[in-house]
């Protein structure tokens, strides 16, 4: 027989050594997929689909268990039934034995990878004058433009699975939303500072489809959840246009209202600019206000999960971050509960009721000792995302902490551009 | 229906805001609940962030999130799981008919108080849980609890959500109840025996969740079988909520056991004081803990021969355990089953009616599932080699309801006199001198990744994230 002809499936068991039979998975499952008697529950390898449905459910984690198997080989029911402990996985000799090729891949995958390994190279990135066009030289390669009207695929279709507000205060209106989409099986591979297009649905008052509204994804590479294929927005609603005029925005109106289970249209990812570097030691200055904040809580959780797993070295994160009020900041609790440590955190307020205005450049300019050093620092990445009207008084705010330092901003403004070392988006 | 707004006051999957009247009575209910749970809620622990899960929709996708937030923040709310169009009643005296959307006046009184008693016991487990933060055996247990806390508040809410929709001015004087009994409280207790009794230690709690969630899971399997819909959706969605509960109590007496055993291999002994002097629960303890919780939670099925319990069944308001998977005529008039009473000095069964017995069948439902997770927890025992087994005592020990109510017997179920009773007592229940050892125990261990001495890490954390994640935040 063919090598390549046996069918592989990654089947899915339960320990039985950690389940406490409650019951749960079986009564959840809408295949019915999974049956038990008085000593087992189990999943019948015929009928299970790889829904997952199970999975997030199970009290115990023991539901999320996987062994690669020929699928004529797979354990019947009667076999795990009689299960006190989980069999160990098959090794490459004993597959080999049954005439499983090493690195066979099963038909179907249980869980989506969501790591991206190369590019395309095609890029579409706004910067202000002094904004980099390219990356930190050790920026992971971002795929782009994967879904789009130059396409194959004008876009996929996400599915909400989470929608959650995340500012304290303000009307129901005036409110801040994070938002998860699942791309499913679909590849949708990303990058912490990329973006995606939403297409919102209807037409517009002439008749026309909607165009697409772009927004920076909050999440880190390995999804929302890690090791799912899935992504998170950071969503404020528009209520009033650029000139104060009220004003419903389409896309943020729309995607806040969302509710788990519906389905979006998504096109994208775009961005091979906004991206984190990767080397050891590199510092990340953030400096964001309101939903500018997404991608800096995509690069400091990807970070995070980094330095829990224990795979990067150490580098200094610093974020200055504006809002109007405590209350109406994004991931607020959140974010105090990082390790001080881990993250070097600054609040400015600039309507906080009997305290002076605040912006971030002006906490910018209070931190300019440590600011300084980071300038100075080759392995040290900028971003700037948020308002428009934040831009110039950031990059002024750097342009001063360097010459109080002494530095050439004219040398050190044009390293930080050709070296791919600051990085703005602001709208 | 199937997700859940959060941007209303009371986060529901029932559109209470079409119903103003009903949204305005939970509304004024709610300040009551918050302030029963700042009352006598988890003790210390308003300013911390905990990693919790909370639903944002009853389908698999979207009723476990997680993340850390405050436990005075949690989204409290009333979430019912799909109705099905057109469900029939599949057992009783009405079987065949179409299931209740609202209450029959003719079983109007049963079925408040079959909500009542359910919605009693939920607020009672936080009560008897609200000192235990400050003596957890590590973080991770920590959060366990606070998640069982929450989750216990959120059930009571589903119950007086009931109460508030179908039952009228009564329902909303129910509800008040709700939150002014106190467990143990000797003017105002709660409803059933077992949610009066203090948890004063994580031997307990552990305990409570394994037996008393469990008959938790049982009475809710039997009213989702309920004719009366919004019951039955209701308690479908508590139990996915109510396995965490007995997973907390499964896993954590299997560490507790496993500690001890751990010791027992390095200090090759079986003797109760050298395992103390290590620090660690002795088996012989452990049995006694078991010996009580089996059996004040086996009480909570009510007496062995119950015309209520016949009532309930044939008028449709509560099925059996796995009712729909039964293979029998749902109707059991005529049928008959053993009961258990002590006669001339002898247990001995007798046969009663089925439908008189339906108490004692839910009953054994559960002891079978419950000498089963025991089984497991042998297991733990053979894996170590250590050749002694752990068992659930006989059904007649130590019974306070009932017919074997007046008798005393011993856990292998013989029946005793008063005097080998009494001089036999310590051995089979908890002594105030394991309490006093167990409690010496209790000491605070909330640094991530550090464990109590006489508890073992569990195999895998929450969520899949490392044992020593940052589940709970101090601030």
Partial sequence: MDMTEIHVIKQHLIDPEICIRCNTCEAICPVSAITHDSRNYVVDAEKCNFCMACISPCPTGSIDNWRTMPRVKAYSLDAQLGWDELPPELTPEELAAEGVAAGAVPDIEPVSPSLPAASNGEAVFNSAQYGATLPPWSAAHAYVNLYGPKTAEKSVTATVTGNVRVTEVGSDDYDTHHIVLDFGKMPFPVLEGQSIGIIPPGVDASGRPHFARQYSIASPRNGERPGYNNLSLTIKRVLEDHQGRPVRGVGSNYMCDLRVGDTVQVMGPFGTSFLMPNHPRSNIVMICTGTGSAPMRAMTEWRRRLRKSGKFEEGKLMLFFGARTQEELPYFGPLQNLPKDFIDINFAFSRTPGAPKRYVQDVMRERAADLALLLQDANTCFYVCGLKSMEEGVVLALRDVAQQAGLNWDAVGAALKTEGRLHLETY | ?475
């Fill in chain 2, 1 to 475: 229906m199937s997700s859940i707004n959060y941007s209303e006051k009371i986060p529901n999957n029932v559109n209470l805001s079409d119903d103003r009247t009903l949204q305005r009575a939970l509304e004024q209910w709610q300040p009551n609940f918050i302030s029963w749970w700042d009352d006598v809620g988890p003790e210390g622990s308003t300013n911390m962030d905990v990693y919790l899960r909370t639903a944002v929709s009853v389908d698999p996708n979207g009723w476990a999130q997680f993340g850390h937030v405050k436990m005075r923040d949690y989204r409290w709310g009333v979430f019912l799981n799909p109705g099905e169009a057109d469900r029939t009643i599949h057992f009783g005296d009405h079987k065949g008919e179409k299931a209740w959307q609202d209450v029959p006046g003719e079983h109007r009184a049963n079925l408040r108080r079959i909500i009542v008693t359910q919605g009693d016991t939920e607020p009672a487990s936080v009560e008897q849980q609200r000192h235990l933060g400050l003596t957890a055996p590590s973080m991770y247990d920590l959060r366990n609890l606070f998640q069982v806390n929450v989750e216990e508040g959120r059930h009571l809410w589903a119950m007086v959500y009931l109460l508030h929709k179908h039952f009228g001015r009564d329902g909303r004087e129910e509800a008040e109840g709700l939150l002014e009994r106190r467990s143990g409280d000797a003017n105002n207790p709660r409803i059933l025996a077992a949610f009066n009794e203090k948890t004063p230690d994580w031997l307990s709690f552990f305990m409570f969740t394994y037996f008393t969630d469990r008959d938790g899971k049982y009475q809710l399997c039997a009213l989702a079988e309920s004719a009366f819909d919004p019951l039955a959706r209701t308690t479908k969605f508590m139990l996915t909520e109510e396995a965490h509960h007995m997973f907390v109590g499964e896993s954590g007496i299997s560490r507790v056991i496993q500690r001890t055993a751990q010791k027992m291999n390095e200090l090759k002994t079986d003797d109760v004081g050298k395992l103390r002097a290590a620090g660690v629960i002795d088996l012989p303890t452990i049995q006694r803990y078991i010996n009580f919780h089996f059996s004040v939670t086996i009480d909570l099925f009510g007496a062995d021969e119950s015309s209520n319990a016949a009532t309930f069944y044939s008028s449709g308001l509560k099925g059996r355990y796995e009712e729909g998977k039964r293979v029998d005529d749902h109707v059991l008039k005529g049928q008959t089953y053993k009961v258990i009473e002590a006669k001339d000095g002898q247990l001995v069964e007798k046969e009663v009616p089925m439908l008189n017995a339906l108490n004692e069948v839910l009953r054994d439902d559960y002891i079978k599932d419950s000498i089963s997770g025991v089984e497991r927890w042998n297991k733990v025992l053979d894996k170590a080699g250590i050749p002694v087994h752990l068992r659930v005592p006989h059904k007649a020990f130590h019974r306070n309801i009932g017919a074997l109510s007046g008798v005393k017997v011993s856990p292998d179920g013989r029946v005793v006199s008063e005097a080998e009773w009494n001089a036999s007592v310590d051995q089979w229940l908890p002594s105030n001198e394991d309490r006093a050892y167990v409690a010496s125990l209790m000491g605070r261990c909330v640094e991530p990744g550090k464990f109590a001495n006489w508890i073992a890490p569990p195999v895998m954390g929450i969520n899949r994230q490392p044992v020593d994640f940052d589940y709970v935040r101090f601030n």
